[in-house]
Nanobody, 122 residues
Framework: QVQLVESGGGLVQAGGSLRLSCAAS????????MGWFRQAPGKEREFVQA????????YDADSVKGRFTISRDNARNTVYLQMNSLKPEDTAVYYC???????????????WGQGTQVTVSS
């Protein structure tokens, strides 16, 4: 089992920045690929970014390319999502997830956090 706890969400104006963190406990963090997903009200959960176990492979959703950056610190059992140039359409609950492969497919992730709310005002 892996437990994931997100933090760092909040209210920010358009054009601002936030950094989300996801702290993992349980099985060795470094053995898992990690992903960030988000879900806006009335919409399906969608992929944001993913990173392989050693950080060597990363995937981005087109909607966040050049603005968001995923990174991980295996010594701290933490994955981060740096979000810059935020837009109102980035408003959503953001979830981190752990799985065997870094992939945009949310069905491939075995463990999920409880989510953290990000609200971007115009």
């Amino acid at each position: 089992q892996v437990q994931l706890v997100e933090s760092g969400g909040g209210l920010v104006q358009a054009g601002g920045s936030l950094r989300l963190s996801c702290a993992a406990s349980g099985r060795p963090f470094s053995s898992y690929a990690m992903g960030w997903f988000r879900q806006a009200p009335g919409k399906e959960r969608e992929f944001v970014q993913a990173i392989s176990w050693n950080g060597g492979t990363r995937y981005d959703a087109d909607s966040v390319k050049g603005r968001f950056t995923i990174s991980r610190d295996n010594a701290r059992n933490t994955v981060y999502l740096q979000m810059n140039s935020l837009k109102p359409e980035d408003t959503a609950v953001y979830y981190c997830a752990a799985g065997r492969l870094a992939t945009p497919d949310l069905k491939q992730y075995d463990y999920w956090g409880q989510g953290t709310q990000v609200t971007v005002s115009s």
